[in-house]
Structure formats: structure tokens, C-alpha cells
T-cell receptor, first 116, second 113 residues
Framework: EAGVVQSPRYKIIEKKQPVAFWCNPI?????LYWYLQNLGQGPELLIR????????DSQLPKDRFSAERLKGVDSTLKIQPAELGDSAVYLC??????????????FGPGTRLTVL | GENVEQHPSTLSVQEGDSAVIKCTYS??????FPWYKQELGKGPQLIID?????GEKKDQRIAVTLNKTAKHFSLHITETQPEDSAVYFC????????????FGTGTRLTIIP
């Protein structure tokens, strides 16, 4: 079974430029998460999707960040414009809806963003 | 909201010895506690988890204990091997892992050959 796929793996941009990250979750996984991981810290949730609906975006800085999950499969996270403080690793995770109460979150390798 | 604290931030142990990482959480409603291992350049990978109705769980060389009264849980790795070297994160969830995971700050474990 293929894991969560993310691209690009690395991105270097100048501040004020836009950037986009793409995630393909594990096949059949209904729930998709975007996490932000700063250096030396644990991941922090940015947004959670159930199929194509964003059910928790309370931690997403909406002035510059946006996300979409068209057709309830792939997802794109965008930053426009990027700031120096946005340098971090952006992780995508997915989990199945098995009907049971516990769901493991499977993480992708992340996109390391550097803003100069 | 939930707050998870993790200690120590770094840990070095001789190969073959045991390693223990401890976490505390603040929200008594938390009911699911996974542990993730993150190797350099990779995403976190689940290694073991424990639910609030269980006090201890073991999987080969890895075990996790949970004390709901004290709101803390620990990861125990026995007979450590060089491939155990990585960053380990604890996490807590109030929704059985279906929603938000709140992570600790991580422990960098180094196994000394």
C-alpha cells in the first residue's frame, strides 16, 4: 500500500512570493490533515478535512493561508504571500474512516519550506 | 485546549540499555495517546498507542504506560539498538485520534554503540 505522497519535498522562495504544497492521501482515506512542524517542535494542526469539507480550520492563518480538497482526494495548501516565519516543514496526514472509534493518522514525508 | 509536555528533550543511552520518555497532558478528557518516531527527512510514524481504558501496552521491545489520575504517560524502549536513534513524539487526543492530535515537543534519542 502506497503511503501519503507530498510534493515538492523541498521549496526555497523569496519572501512575499506565493507557494503551494500538494498532498495525495492513502487511497480510501476520508480524513486529511495538514500540520505545521517548526524546527525542534512537534506538529501542529492547521486544517482537517472530512472528504471535501474543511471541518476544522481554526488554526489556519486565513489572511495568507488557504487550502482545498477538491473531489475529496488530493489536497493543496497555499501561502500567499510567504513570510520569513513561514519557514518550516508542512506535513500532510490521512486516516481512514473504519467505523471504529480509533483512527491512526498516517503522515507523509513533508515539504520543507525555506523563505529567504 | 490540550497541552502536552515531554521530557527529556535529548536522551543518550548505551546500546542494549533501556530508554524512558515521559509526557504529561492537561485535558482530563483526552482518551487516546499515540507515540510517533520521526527519522531525519521523514514524517512521523506511529510506533505504539494506548487508549484511556488501558494502563499498559507492550509490543516487543516497546511499552507504554498510562496514569490517568496523574495525567501522564511514558514510553519504554528496552534492549535499545542503533536503529532506535530518532526523534520521538508523544501526542494526546480527546477524540480517539479522529480529530486533532496535540503533540509534545519531542525527544531526540541517540543510541551509543
Amino acid at each position: 500500500e502506497a503511503g501519503v505522497v507530498q510534493s515538492p519535498r523541498y521549496k526555497i522562495i523569496e519572501k512575499k512570493q506565493p507557494v503551494a504544497f500538494w498532498c495525495n492521501p492513502i487511497s480510501g482515506h476520508n480524513t486529511l490533515y495538514w500540520y505545521l512542524q517548526n524546527l525542534g517542535q512537534g506538529p501542529e494542526l492547521l486544517i482537517r478535512y472530512e472528504n471535501e469539507e474543511a471541518v476544522d480550520d481554526s488554526q489556519l492563518p486565513k489572511d495568507r493561508f488557504s487550502a482545498e480538497r477538491l473531489k475529496g482526494v488530493d489536497s493543496t495548501l497555499k501561502i500567499q504571500p510567504a513570510e520569513l516565519g513561514d519557514s518550516a516543514v508542512y506535513l500532510c496526514a490521512s486516516s481512514p474512516r473504519t467505523g471504529g472509534p480509533y483512527n491512526e493518522q498516517f503522515f507523509g514525508p513533508g515539504t520543507r519550506l525555506t523563505v529567504l | 485546549g490540550e497541552n502536552v509536555e515531554q521530557h527529556p528533550s535529548t536522551l543518550s543511552v548505551q546500546e542494549g540499555d533501556s530508554a524512558v520518555i515521559k509526557c504529561t497532558y492537561s485535558d482530563s478528557a483526552s482518551n487516546y495517546f499515540p507515540w510517533y518516531k520521526q527519522e531525519l527527512g521523514k514524517g512521523p510514524q506511529l510506533i505504539i498507542d494506548i487508549r484511556s481504558n488501558v494502563g499498559e501496552k507492550k509490543d516487543q521491545r516497546i511499552a507504554v504506560t498510562l496514569n490517568k489520575t496523574a495525567k501522564h504517560f511514558s514510553l519504554h524502549i528496552t534492549e535499545t539498538q542503533p536503529e532506535d536513534s530518532a526523534v520521538y513524539f508523544c501526542a494526546a487526543s480527546i477524540s480517539f485520534g479522529n480529530e486533532k492530535l496535540t503533540f509534545g515537543t519531542g525527544t531526540r534519542l541517540t543510541i551509543i554503540p
